[in-house]
């Protein structure tokens, strides 16, 4: 493995290196990616077997420019209203942490797409990422540059630890901006429905689109034709057929010490243990838990929040890095506060209950 700068003539070289098959972890605003090139099979292969990660759990295709939908999206199975709002979405909130779910090209490998009918796309927002996707294929799959189950990296360290010696290059992008991974959106269906809450805000889509279903309607729905699987590609397990969001099994984004998640009322009348975590929502409840029940001033290493003011985008940035570090701290377990439903509370949320289910 060799980590590169951000400089052009690292980037083309890791584009180079993309071109010919090679794993490439590289920096989006969300959270590193493992790149491979997504009409290449054999590296596709190599990305699942370097994650650890099971073939039915679909791949996000990086694009960096429109023109690279042609290649990728069958556009006769989308529809008007589909056509319609894949224009809005891409002219107001690409590139960024957003990915939209369409049904896909025949020649797009079926290991890209575990199987299904559709392709998940999304224009990251980093300069970066964008640097090395033109200058390589222009459809860059890549997943979350962890282990399966595992945290997501934030920081370039993070992807050492996990998967330093199994890659090809590492770039280093420093601190991202956003930390926690894109909205997941299913276009296919006649109301768009929210499959991953994540770094763009159900708000924000709906102000562009109107209404959309929330991941909470998954569970109920049969799966629509655009999610079936492709005839002919086998090696899937049926027990995951018509998954919607394959990727979205409770237990995951798992840090390996125990967590806890409590409602801020709960949260608010635990006892203090100095060989437990505590990982608040902001700095104002930290504060009132902490002067009711430790006493010497400041907050002590294992007491956090997760934003100073309040502000859920702050809070989602800090996450990922937060719960690497507490996980390495060795203690106990870790007890977290819900976020608000707001803005990015609903993906906050939902990484906290997953890192806190059982596996
Ligand atoms: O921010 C992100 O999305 C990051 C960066 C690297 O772009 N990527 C990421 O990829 O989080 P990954 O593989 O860890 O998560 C992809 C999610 C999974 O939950 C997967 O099931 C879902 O997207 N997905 C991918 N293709 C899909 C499809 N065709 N239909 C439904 N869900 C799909
Ligand atoms: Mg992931």
Known sequence: MELLSGSDADILRAAAALKEGALVVFPTETVYGLGADAFN???????????????????????????????????????????KRL?????????????????????VPGLATGGLATAALRFPDHDLAQ??????????????????????????????????????????????????????????SPCPRILRPGGTSREDIEKTIGPVEGPESQAKRPAPAGASREGGEGGFPLAHQGLLSPGQLT?????????????????ENLAYNGRAAYLFFDALSRDRWLSARYASGGAPANVRALCE?????????????????????????IHAETAPPLGLGPAINDRLSRAAAET
């Open 41 to 83: 099979p054999d590296a596709l292969a190599k990305v699942f077997a370097v994650k650890e990660r099971p073939l039915f759990d679909p791949l996000i295709i990086h694009i960096a420019g429109l023109d690279a939908l042609d290649r990728i999206v069958e556009f006769s199975l989308l529809g008007q209203e589909g056509r």
């Open 87 to 107: 224009t809005l979405l891409a002219a107001s909130l690409w590139p960024g942490p957003l990915t939209l779910v369409l049904p896909k090209k025949k020649e």
């Open 131 to 188: 640097k090395l996707i033109r200058a390589s294929t222009n459809a860059v799959a890549a997943p979350s540059a962890n282990l399966f189950g595992r945290l997501s990296p934030t920081r370039v360290e993070h992807v050492l630890d996990q998967l330093g010696d199994r890659v090809d290059y590492i770039i280093d992008g420093g601190r991202l901006r956003v930390g926690l991974e894109s909205t997941v959106l299913d276009l296919t």
């Open 251 to 267: 237990s995951h984004y798992a840090p390996r010490t125990t967590l806890l998640l409590y409602s801020p009322a709960e949260m």
């Open 309 to 333: 003011t309040g502000d859920t985008r702050r809070a989602a940035a800090n996450l990922f890095a937060l719960l690497h570090e507490l996980d390495s701290g060795g203690y106990e377990c």
